[in-house]
């Protein structure tokens, strides 16, 4: 047996796991389009120079970066949207808004652990063009019709404000050069606790009173809109607080009317590491088992394309984890739901009749029939037992006696009763047999 590995932090996927990745792609897609956006693809190299344009510390630590053969400097994507943006800001025609979805692949030069891979599969969906908070409620809207189609029940989406975290450190009398580092450390409360936050908000050099304030806030949270006036009361004083906390009111009035508050909860100290956020930002979990961590996220990013050299341009969007998802659907023997069962099994009685065995497969292919073939040139009792591991509802045994009559033996797998069909009459008597 060969002991050549895959790269670390990069993975194999076999029938069952591309199966289930399948299955979400195909409901991501069905979701996105219900909501009227269209495809985009882009490359997954991208040259360093634009990649970097996003900025923040985690860029050149956690891109794989390199140089090609012509001397360039150039990098994985590490995420949809920087590719998106440097499209947006060399194709100043497009129509605003202006609505499209992507799934691809991206990189990121990350510690592996369970559920963060270095090679992983997103599905985005972004909005350029509108400045209202109802294009935010829109994409979390979206994520939660993918989470209702995928697993019914269970998911939460906590959704927060980039300018209510800026009104907290005004508030708080944090220095504008250490805020990044002061939301990135909040980000992190449910994984390091208040302890943890504190440290890191010490770390960074973020005042003791500051720290005091900030710890004594980052468990403020709630399902509806009532929390709205401990969020206003928090950020007293703070025209850019209370301006994010309007926004989420408006796209609160939003999921109000959808009826979807249940799966809603604004935390005020949801960040969102991406340095890149000005507003909205949204986070998913699956609230069942196994724990994966975030399955989405996302949020408002009105200053990236003119980071690309565009004009100023409002954009927002969402990313579904797919590659955690499939984690969590395996774990709960998901594929075992989607296997498809076979019409009919070709059991060829020797090497010789496999060309007439595909000959006949083609004809019910062209009809969309689920057909399958043995080609190990196997006895026809081993065949009859594969066909039954294979949920056929129908094996067809060519053999040369019956070719010679003209006919070949239908076998239903069910009753285990045997019927001749006429190859005369192969084409239109048999999908009349299978689908009865």
């Given at each position: 047996?060969?002991?050549?590995?895959?790269?670390?932090?990069?993975?194999?996927?076999?029938?069952?796991?591309?199966?289930?990745?399948?299955?979400?792609?195909?409901?991501?897609?069905?979701?996105?389009?219900?909501?009227?956006?269209?495809?985009?693809?882009?490359?997954?190299?991208?040259?360093?120079?634009?990649?970097?344009?996003?900025?923040?510390?985690?860029?050149?630590?956690?891109?794989?970066?390199?140089?090609?053969?012509?001397?360039?400097?150039?990098?994985?994507?590490?995420?949809?949207?920087?590719?998106?943006?440097?499209?947006?800001?060399?194709?100043?025609?497009?129509?605003?808004?202006?609505?499209?979805?992507?799934?691809?692949?991206?990189?990121?030069?990350?510690?592996?652990?369970?559920?963060?891979?270095?090679?992983?599969?997103?599905?985005?969906?972004?909005?350029?063009?509108?400045d209202s908070p109802a294009a935010d409620a829109e994409v979390v809207l979206l994520a939660l019709e993918?989470?209702?189609?995928?697993?019914?029940?269970?998911?939460?989406?906590?959704?927060?404000?980039?300018?209510?975290?800026?009104?907290?450190?005004?508030?708080?009398?944090?220095?504008?050069?250490?805020?990044?580092?002061?939301?990135?450390?909040?980000?992190?409360?449910?994984?390091?606790?208040?302890?943890?936050?504190?440290?890191?908000?010490?770390?960074?050099?973020?005042?003791?009173?500051?720290?005091?304030?900030?710890?004594g806030v980052v468990g403020v949270k709630g399902k509806n809109k009532a929390i709205f006036s401990e969020?206003?009361?928090?950020?007293?004083?703070?025209?850019?607080?209370?301006?994010?906390?309007?926004?989420?009111?408006?796209?609160?009035?939003?999921?109000?009317?959808?009826?979807?508050?249940?799966?809603?909860?604004?935390?005020?100290?949801?960040?969102?590491?991406?340095?890149?956020?000005?507003?909205?930002?949204?986070?998913?979990?699956?609230?069942?088992?196994?724990?994966?961590?975030?399955?989405?996220?996302?949020?408002?990013?009105?200053?990236?394309?003119?980071?690309?050299?565009?004009?100023?341009?409002?954009?927002?969007?969402?990313?579904?984890?797919?590659?955690?998802?499939?984690?969590?659907?395996?774990?709960?023997?998901?594929?075992?739901?989607?296997?498809?069962?076979?019409?009919?099994?070709?059991?060829?009685?020797?090497?010789?009749?496999?060309?007439?065995?595909?000959?006949?497969?083609?004809?019910?292919?062209?009809?969309?029939?689920?057909?399958?073939?043995?080609?190990?040139?196997?006895?026809?009792?081993?065949?009859?037992?594969?066909?039954?591991?294979?949920?056929?509802?129908?094996?067809?045994?060519?053999?040369?006696?019956?070719?010679?009559?003209?006919?070949?033996?239908?076998?239903?797998?069910?009753?285990?009763?045997?019927?001749?069909?006429?190859?005369?009459?192969?084409?239109?008597?048999?999908?009349?047999?299978?689908?009865?």
């Open positions: 047996m060969s002991e050549l590995q895959t790269v670390r932090g990069m993975r194999d996927l076999l029938g069952p796991e591309m199966e289930i990745r399948n299955y979400l792609k195909s409901i991501a897609v069905d979701v996105f389009t219900c909501y009227g956006y269209e495809p985009l693809d882009s490359p997954a190299m991208e040259l360093w120079e634009t990649l970097s344009a996003k900025g923040g510390e985690e860029v050149e630590a956690e891109t794989f970066k390199f140089t090609d053969k012509g001397d360039r400097e150039v990098g994985l994507r590490f995420d949809l949207t920087v590719p998106l943006a440097r499209i947006v800001a060399s194709n100043l025609h497009l129509p605003k808004p202006f609505k499209r979805y992507a799934i691809g692949k991206a990189w990121r030069y990350d510690r592996p652990q369970a559920g963060r891979y270095r090679e992983f599969l997103q599905a985005d969906a972004d909005i350029i063009g509108s993918f989470a209702r189609r995928t697993f019914g029940k269970d998911y939460i989406v906590k959704v927060n404000n980039r300018k209510v975290l800026r009104g907290l450190i005004e508030v708080a009398g944090v220095s504008e050069n250490l805020a990044n580092g002061c939301f990135r450390a909040m980000d992190k409360l449910e994984k390091i606790g208040k302890n943890g936050v504190q440290d890191e908000l010490q770390k960074r050099g973020i005042s003791e009173s500051a720290t005091e304030f900030l710890l969020f206003r009361q928090i950020l007293k004083g703070s025209k850019i607080g209370l301006e994010g906390t309007a926004e989420l009111e408006f796209m609160a009035d939003i999921f109000d009317s959808c009826e979807v508050n249940e799966y809603i909860e604004f935390d005020i100290s949801l960040a969102r590491g991406l340095d890149y956020y000005t507003g909205p930002v949204f986070e998913g979990k699956y609230l069942g088992e196994p724990d994966v961590g975030s399955i989405l996220a996302g949020g408002r990013y009105d200053n990236l394309v003119e980071k690309f050299g565009g004009p100023s341009t409002p954009a927002t969007g969402i990313s579904l984890g797919l590659d955690r998802i499939v984690d969590i659907l395996l774990e709960q023997d998901y594929a075992s739901k989607l296997e498809t069962d076979l019409d009919v099994f070709f059991a060829p009685i020797n090497r010789d009749m496999v060309k007439h065995g595909m000959r006949l497969r083609n004809i019910l292919v062209e009809m969309d029939f689920k057909c399958d073939i043995d080609l190990m040139d196997r006895p026809l009792g081993t065949l009859l037992e594969l066909a039954d591991s294979k949920n056929a509802s129908y094996t067809i045994i060519v053999g040369e006696r019956d070719l010679k009559k003209g006919v070949v033996s239908l076998r239903n797998m069910k009753t285990k009763e045997t019927e001749t069909v006429n190859l005369k009459e192969f084409r239109n008597a048999l999908p009349e047999l299978l689908e009865r």
